[in-house]
């Protein structure tokens, strides 16, 4: 099984500022098939990203992903207010499907 | 427009069995692999379940593998989810989710819905 360990665990920005999520595999990740969602309090998650740095339908192009082999980033450029909430990365490269713990986003 | 809505959550205790169900609407449901996620009080996701199209490919997580059994009608355009000796440790919201791509497997979860809440107390 694949583990992935996200960092940091909180990350305390303002709005405006960038946001870099990293998530870094226990093995290589094949054909950098690793999604991102996001998920605010109370609610589903939502899909950001998948095959690394492919962003969903109708995700802000603030958001992007990048990344190969073990390690994996998902960049807010610039953030806005509604942005504020926990992401997780994903790996389905390899069964099973895993993801990482999670890293909180929060206001400074 | 998607819709996934589940339901079939409940409280039992420990040993028992519930059965999840997910009734999909707005998609072509037997086109798309389909996912269980689920969420404990106050913590992350845990992939639980996946099954492709036709239900010729399933898999679980290694936490559930022997207890549960996922499973789909196409006809009905709905999935399921069979629990059984069920564990303290498996109260949690207990998502369904369609796989964003229509390869013949279930890769990741494009669409998810509200959730049902399953405990298991004693």
């Known amino acids: 099984e694949i583990v992935l360990t996200q960092s940091p665990g909180t990350l305390s920005l303002s709005p405006g500022e960038r946001a870099t999520l990293s998530c870094r595999a226990s093995?290589?990740?094949?054909?950098?098939?690793l999604a991102w969602y996001q998920q605010k309090f109370g609610q589903a998650p939502r899909l950001l990203i998948y095959g690394a740095s492919s962003r969903a339908t109708g995700i802000p192009d603030r958001f992007s992903g990048s990344g190969s082999g073990t390690d994996f980033t998902l960049t807010i450029s610039r953030l806005e207010p509604e942005d504020f909430a926990v992401y997780y990365c994903?790996?389905?490269?390899?069964?099973?499907?895993?993801f990482g713990q999670g890293t909180k986003v929060e206001i400074k | 427009e998607v819709q996934l809505v589940e339901s079939g959550g409940g409280l039992v205790q420990p040993g028992g069995s519930l059965r999840l169900s997910c009734a999909a609407s707005g998609f072509n449901f037997d086109d798309y692999g389909m996912h269980w996620v689920r969420q404990a009080p106050g913590k992350g996701l845990e992939w639980v379940s996946g099954i492709n199209w036709n239900s010729g490919s399933r898999d679980y997580a290694d936490s559930v593998k022997g207890r549960f059994t996922i499973s789909r009608d196409n006809a009905k355009d709905s999935l399921y989810l069979e629990m059984h000796s069920l564990r303290a440790e498996d109260t949690a919201l207990y998502y369904c989710a369609k796989d964003g791509s229509t390869w013949n497997s279930y890769y990741y979860m494009a669409v998810w819905g509200k959730g049902t809440t399953v405990t298991v107390y004693s």
């Open positions: 093995q290589s990740v094949s054909n950098r098939y």
């Open positions: 994903q790996q389905y490269g390899s069964s099973p499907r895993t």
